[in-house]
T-cell receptor, first 114, second 114 residues
Framework: AQTVTQSQPEMSVQEAETVTLSCTYD???????LFWYKQPPSRQMILVIR??????QNATENRFSVNFQKAAKSFSLKISDSQLGDAAMYFC???????????FGAGTRLTVKP | DSGVTQTPKHLITATGQRVTLRCSPR?????VYWYQQSLDQGLQFLIQ???????AKGNILERFSAQQFPDLHSELNLSSLELGDSALYFC?????????????FGSGTRLTVV
């Protein structure tokens, strides 16, 4: 079964600085999708960014970008110019191409210091 | 508003009782997923329905059951409740049976068992 590991329970960053959240996963599949979700104090789950495994180019969404290393099974999230509103729990998630359920990591709590 | 509606938002009940959580997916979405998030934990996949049929099952207890109705709304039934069932229950939806576009999450139902 696929597993997703987020080795950083907590991270902090100074406002306007850059922070990278780590995620690794275990799979024997070649086709899959990877996601980062943000969960602010409101507890709403918000999709931040997604990556298809067959695409070599790293996904980017404004200040959010990923470093996808397929061979290393690594999928890190970089947040540039961090803002106070970025403070939240961040979950990495995996979904295989043909499977139906999305597997989540345990999450990283990001604190942004003014 | 994500378009996925979950009711009720909060629920407090006693051990041994039975509750029903309701989810209306985003317009046009055929797949509904249920997840459980215990305090400060990641999301655990419970079950998926696609167009009225069960498609995938995760770590769902036998005391829990779900269904999806012809109008595509879904209900998650939790019975013989225990203290450990206290959690945030999320419903999510997606267009296809196996969609790479990520899920749209509802705001969750917070269940407290006392």
């Amino acid at each position: 079964a696929q597993t997703v590991t987020q080795s950083q329970p907590e991270m902090s960053v100074q406002e306007a600085e850059t922070v990278t959240l780590s995620c690794t996963y275990d799979t024997s599949e070649s086709d899959y999708y990877l996601f980062w979700y943000k969960q602010p104090p409101s507890r709403q789950m918000i999709l931040v960014i997604r990556q298809e495994a067959y695409k070599q180019q790293n996904a980017t969404e404004n200040r959010f970008s990923v470093n996808f290393q397929k061979a290393a099974k690594s999928f890190s999230l970089k947040i540039s110019d961090s803002q106070l509103g970025d403070a939240a729990m961040y979950f990495c998630a995996y979904r295989s191409y043909n499977n139906n359920d999305m597997r989540f990591g345990a999450g990283t709590r990001l604190t942004v210091k003014p | 508003d994500s378009g996925v509606t979950q009711t009720p938002k909060h629920l407090i009940t006693a051990t041994g009782q039975r509750v029903t959580l309701r989810c209306s997916p985003r317009s046009g979405d055929l797949s509904v997923y249920w997840y459980q998030q215990s305090l400060d934990q990641g999301l655990q996949f419970l079950i998926q329905y696609y167009n009225g049929e069960e498609r995938a099952k995760g770590n769902i207890l036998e005391r829990f059951s779900a269904q999806q109705f012809p109008d595509l709304h879904s209900e998650l039934n939790l019975s013989s409740l225990e203290l450990g069932d206290s959690a945030l229950y999320f419903c999510a939806s997606s267009v296809a049976r196996s969609s790479g576009g990520g899920y749209t999450f509802g705001s969750g139902t917070r269940l407290t068992v006392v």
